[in-house]
Every structure is written in C-alpha cells, then in structure tokens.
C-alpha cells in the first residue's frame, strides 16, 4: 500500500534496503525520496533504486513528503533535525527513526514538538530482507500512521510491536546487536573444528548450515529450547558431555550479563544524546 511520499534522510546501507524492499514491495518510486550530501553516493543510489527521486538537500525532501525517515549517526542526528524543525511543524509528517540511542522525546523535540515519532531498531540482515524490528511509537501517532510505519519497515522482515522505549533498549541487545553474537558462535565453532583437523571451508559449511537448520527446526517446531536440546542431547552421548562440561562453567552466566551489557550501553548512549542536544 502506497502511503504518499517517503523521505529518507541519509543515504547508507539501511536506507537502500529499507527502499529497496519498498519498491520490490510496489510502492511508486517516484514517492521514495532520499537526500544524500555525497554526489558518488546519490549516483550509486539512483543505478540501485531505479525511479527513486535522490536529492542533495535534506530540506528540499522532507518538505514533499508525508513520512520521513532519520536515517542518520546517531551523533549527527540532532544537528539534521533541528534545521528540519520549521519544515515539518508546517507539513506535520510522520517522523521514523532507525538511529539507534536516540530517544523518540528528544528527537520530536529536536524538531518542535508534538509530532508522530516511531522509534525502530533494525538489525543489519535487513541488508537481505532477512532483518527484523523492534518498533515503539509515541503517543501522537495514530494508528493509520503507526501501520503505515510497520508496513514500511516490515519490506525488509518482521516487525516487533513493543510498548516502551526501555524495551527498545532491550531490542538493541537483542537483535540490535544479535547478528554479532551468531557470528562469535560461528568463528568459534569453526577455529574449534580447524584445530581438530578439519579444512576451514568444511567447518564453515558445516557450522553455517548447522545454524540455518536449528533455526528452522527452532522457528517451525513450536517446541521449547529445553525440549530440542533434550532431543538431541542423549544421555551418555557427545551433546550430553559437551553441555555437562559447559553447565559447570559459567557460560550463561556471562552471556547473560554482555546482554545486561549491550543494554545498559543502549541507556547510556540515549542519555548521551539527550544531554548533547540541550547545548
């Protein structure tokens, strides 16, 4: 469903899988808008997002649209918005951010106040509309505009609905940052096998489709996590000696506590940008 003209503000790997997925969707491109400083990048982006208008100006997109994406650093973001502000308190878009660390209240005030803000966490295999999303909204979004949002997003994979930003500090350690966390069990599952005598290309063969299959088995079984480790760790066998061996270490523990981690960084970093925005 078409939602009238899209501006994205930033013209990085995000914005292009985010349009990308809208036009593979059927959304007019010539109601994606992007604005983007680089002139290299604004080529590149017009060969990839064939029929999207690419503009150099952030005001000259956002003053069309109906819907505007921050697709900025985070650090930079308070600087885009607030030369932004006189724009959209006149044409009173629907303001999506995908900046992690941000607060949504600092940036609709960033921007002059009582405005719709969504507040999205994506996570980088939206790269290949395999992502999914933690999306929170304000309360002067409506629920036209909060569909619009989640229809938006969810070109590039599911969208998760959650109730509160503090749960979206939760989203960015979990699938903000989870990718990370599949790739250090990848690498080391991998160097283990190598040590053991295996070629790199066999253990990462093995490793990666081990990882595809027990997601499936995971996502299609609608059994629990104890219930297929149970199924494959048979008393006595090799499954049983390897999680005998990690449950008398401290191994959740400690994975338990980089998540706590991951989060708390998320705080700090939305507190950063509060405090830096009031200079």
């Given at each position: 469903?078409?939602?009238?003209?899209?501006?994205?503000?930033?013209?990085?790997?995000?914005?292009?899988?985010?349009?990308?997925?809208?036009?593979?969707?059927?959304?007019?491109?010539?109601?994606?808008?992007?604005?983007?400083?680089?002139?290299?990048?604004?080529?590149?982006?017009?060969?990839?997002?064939?029929?999207?208008e690419i503009r150099e100006s952030n005001e000259a997109v956002v003053r069309e649209a109906e819907c505007i994406v921050l697709a900025v650093k985070p650090q930079i973001l308070c600087d885009v918005c607030k030369p932004l502000a006189p724009i959209v308190q006149a044409t009173r878009p629907l303001v999506i951010s995908i900046a992690a660390g941000v607060r949504g209240g600092d940036i609709e005030n960033w921007l002059g106040g009582k405005l719709p803000v969504v507040r999205v966490m994506p996570n980088q295999p939206a790269l290949l509309r395999l992502g999914i999303s933690g999306l929170c909204a304000n309360e002067h979004t409506s629920e036209y505009q909060l569909r619009a949002a989640t229809n938006i997003i969810s070109t590039t994979g599911p969208v998760v609905k959650v109730a509160t930003e503090d749960d979206i500090d939760t989203v960015t350690a979990i699938s903000g940052t989870g990718p990370a966390y599949f790739y250090l069990l990848v690498d080391m599952l991998v160097k283990a096998a190598v040590d053991l005598g295996l070629s790199y290309d066999d253990a990462l063969a093995l490793v990666l489709e081990t990882a595809r299959g027990a997601g499936e088995m995971a996502e299609q079984s609608g059994e629990t996590m104890d219930a297929l480790i149970a199924r494959v760790r048979s008393p006595g066998g090799t499954t049983a000696a390897a999680f005998d061996y990690l449950d008398g270490t401290s191994f959740r523990d400690i994975f338990s506590a980089a998540v706590v981690a991951a989060r708390d960084r998320a705080v700090d970093l939305a507190n950063q940008a509060h405090e830096s925005g009031k200079e």
């Open positions: 469903m078409d939602y009238g003209k899209v501006a994205y503000i930033g013209g990085g790997n995000m914005t292009r899988a985010l349009a990308g997925g809208m036009l593979s969707a059927g959304y007019e491109p010539s109601h994606i808008l992007i604005s983007e400083p680089l002139a290299e990048h604004r080529e590149r982006l017009a060969k990839d997002l064939p029929g999207a």
